[in-house]
């Protein structure tokens, strides 16, 4: 069965400090992987994916993400966090032999808050 | 810019009520999602619509039915709300065709059943 995994449901962070949010995935092949951010009152927003290529990806407000085919891993990372980051994050993924656009899995969410 | 609009942001609704929940979306998308957000669950797949009158059951379809007469809209049913639904729904689009296209989705609507 696919699954996705979030191991953390919060990470605390200083601002100015790099952060890391920890995604890892169960799917037969190679998957579609994504980041999502929701932020308070608000639906999710996408970040950036993968599909193929150069394993480190980047994305919207200065996120990047590093695929690990090895670890089936995705971790969501930025060099410098910023108060504003402050949010919920879901990690994402589908099977690309998946002809049914339907077949998305999330995990479920970390919580980043990033203290001044 | 997409724009997934879902009319209510709050709702409450009593136990055995009828509720219907709206969600519009401007950009011509062919498939539409609803699903149902729970604090340590995630996002659920309540129903999916790949075209107008098109619809496959998601993860829980209990409870719920979906309407699609036009493509840019998208009604999620509660044909008789129970305690157990009170959560926020949300509403996705994205287009057919692009490899790994991603979801847009609305503001979400927190719904309460008492």
């Known amino acids: 069965a696919q699954s996705v995994a979030q191991p953390e449901d919060q990470v605390n962070v200083a601002e100015g400090n790099p952060l890391t949010v920890k995604c890892t995935y169960s799917?037969?092949?190679?998957?579609?992987l994504f980041w999502y951010v929701q932020y308070p009152n608000r639906g999710l927003q996408f970040l950036l994916k993968y599909i193929t290529g150069d394993n480190l990806v980047k994305g919207s407000y200065g996120f990047e993400a590093e695929f690990n085919k090895s670890q089936t891993s995705f971790h969501l990372k930025k060099p410098s966090a910023l108060v504003s980051d402050s949010a919920l994050y879901f990690c994402a993924v589908r099977d690309r032999g998946s002809s049914s656009a339907s077949k998305i899995i999330f995990g479920s969410g970390t919580r980043l808050s990033i203290r001044p | 810019d997409v724009k997934v609009t879902q009319s209510s942001r709050y709702l409450v609704k009593r136990t055995g009520e009828k509720v219907f929940l709206e969600c519009v979306q401007d950009?011509?998308?062919?498939?539409m999602f609803w699903y149902r957000q729970d604090p340590g669950l995630g996002l659920r797949l309540i129903y999916f619509s790949y075209d107008v009158k098109m619809k496959e059951k998601g993860d829980i379809p209990e409870g719920y039915s979906v309407s699609r007469e036009k493509k840019e809209r998208f009604s999620l049913i509660l044909e008789s709300a129970s305690t157990n639904q009170t959560s926020m729904y949300l509403c996705?689009?994205?287009?057919?065709?692009?490899?790994?296209?991603?979801?847009?989705f609305g503001n979400g609507t927190r719904l309460t059943v008492t």
């Open positions: 799917v037969s092949g190679n998957p579609y």
């Open positions: 996705a689009s994205s287009v057919t065709g692009t490899e790994a296209s991603p979801l847009h």
């Open positions: 950009m011509d998308h062919e498939n």
